[in-house]
């Protein structure tokens, strides 16, 4: 259903989140309703997030990921979300950095006053799915 959890894959250095019931039901009835698989599942939060995230908004890296330059507070314009073929296993955005544009995990930031509350909001519900250990599939 929600696809299983594999810390050898990769690591992500987020506290567990308690389970949310209320959450849970809108992940599952408003972003992979429809989902069959993990190909499925990762379009539908790619979809999501595309359409709820406010472009462009600053973000601070909040956590050191192996796949990605930035360090732990680093500030980064966020300007998109990644093209979808980098987004098949988690949710990549494009940021500004260091004169280039640059696709970071979702994860790894967060939005400094983000507008509207959208962003905000749809952020931290990705937060909940990796912090919980969901992944695709």
């Given at each position: 259903?929600?696809?299983?959890?594999?810390?050898?894959?990769?690591?992500?250095?987020?506290?567990?989140?308690?389970r949310d019931?209320?959450?849970?039901?809108?992940?599952?009835?408003?972003?992979?309703v429809d989902a069959y698989g993990a190909e499925e599942q990762a379009m539908g939060w790619y979809?999501?997030?595309?359409?709820?995230?406010?472009?462009p908004f600053t973000a601070v890296c909040t956590?050191?990921?192996?796949?990605s330059p930035l360090q732990i507070g680093d500030?980064?314009?966020?300007?998109?979300?990644?093209?979808?073929?980098e987004c098949e296993r988690e949710m990549f955005v494009t940021v500004q950095w260091?004169?280039?544009r640059l696709a970071v995990p979702l994860s790894q930031l967060?939005?400094?006053?983000?507008?509207?509350e959208q962003t905000r909001e749809a952020v931290e519900g990705w937060y909940y799915w990796v912090g919980i250990g969901y992944e695709f599939g």
């Open positions: 259903m929600w696809g299983s959890t594999n810390t050898t894959e990769r690591t992500i250095h987020m506290t567990k989140v308690k019931e209320d959450r849970e039901e809108r992940i599952s009835m408003g972003i992979i979809y999501f997030l595309e359409e709820q995230l406010q472009f956590q050191k990921r192996v796949i500030e980064v314009d966020t300007i998109g979300m990644a093209p979808e073929s260091d004169k280039r967060k939005p400094v006053n983000a507008k509207p």
